[in-house]
């Protein structure tokens, strides 16, 4: 009796011991799960640190590169490398800087073709706004650029790219036609470094303040930068595409090609004549 009774105890236990090792085995295995997600979570964060810094890395080099960049023996400004375009870091003031600039150069050889009287070799500085507006269908004023006179208004390209003549004529030393407009992307990027480098050693008045309507003055960010990630053509976010530039202050945007084309057919306008009378008073120019 007493053996029976040892026998059945015995069996009795063999089911409690049963269970207690499967669950100490179903705790080891979720252990062991956790320990295998946990390290796969340490290399994936390990991974994309490396590949953060290994893209830190490259940015920073491919930076450097840009601003050792010659522009001018740039071929493609849409990718100067790495799909990084000439004009990543344009602002609005920049784009719209650009515009003045193309407007401006191709005002001074449409009146010169369009007058062809050596009498008259282009627009005199006083009868600038009335010219741009017959061409561009669009008032042109100083304090919209945050300049006083028109002679500041050009001479914010810089490098005497535009330039008024010593009989205060509008001059431009870019030719009347070009296989590509680069060259204006070209030069705004100079102008911005250049000014880049004023608002770095905190000259005053080296920042464009350009006029954006409801009364205060847009002033351009310290160091002259776009800021932000690259857009989808590697530009800035909300960043202007070469494609289609802005066109000056209180204007819709203006497609390129939507523009007055620098070979022939210029408008036919009339000269405006000076004198006494001159809404311009610019003396009989």
Request: hydrophobic share 35%; glycine share 10%; aromatic share 8%.
């Amino acid at each position: 009796e007493k053996a029976e009774k040892a026998e059945n105890a015995e069996n009795s236990d063999e089911p409690k011991k049963s269970e207690e090792e499967e669950a100490k085995a179903a705790a080891a295995a979720k252990e062991a799960e956790a320990a295998a997600k946990e390290k796969e979570a340490a290399d994936k964060d390990a991974e994309e640190q490396a590949a953060a810094e290994a893209q830190e890395a490259a940015d920073a080099e491919a930076e450097a590169a840009f601003k050792k960049l010659n522009l001018f023996t740039v071929d493609d400004v849409l990718d100067v490398g790495g799909g990084m375009p000439l004009f990543k870091d344009f602002q609005e003031e920049d784009w719209t800087l650009l515009t003045l600039t193309f407007e401006l150069n191709l005002l001074a050889h449409a009146f010169s073709h369009d007058v062809d009287d050596p009498d008259r070799p282009g627009v005199h500085v006083d009868h600038l706004p009335f010219y741009y507006k017959r061409y561009f269908s669009k008032e042109l004023r100083c304090t919209d650029f945050g300049v006083k006179t028109f002679q500041e208004l050009v001479d914010l390209v810089g490098d005497k790219v535009l330039y008024l003549s010593p009989k205060e004529v509008l001059s431009t030393q870019l030719g009347a036609e070009f296989e590509t407009f680069d060259v204006f992307v070209k030069l705004i990027e100079l102008a911005r470094r250049h000014r880049a480098l004023r608002i770095d050693l905190g000259e005053e008045g080296a920042a464009l303040r350009f006029f954006r309507g409801g009364g205060a003055h847009r002033e351009q960010r310290k160091g002259g930068k776009g800021g932000g990630r690259r857009g989808p053509l590697g530009g800035p976010k909300g960043g202007s595409p070469l494609r289609s530039i802005t066109a000056p202050i209180n204007a819709p945007f203006v497609p390129m090609q939507a523009l007055p084309q620098q070979t022939g057919n210029f408008m036919q306008l009339p000269v405006v004549q000076g004198g006494k009378g001159s809404r311009f008073g610019c003396g009989g120019g």
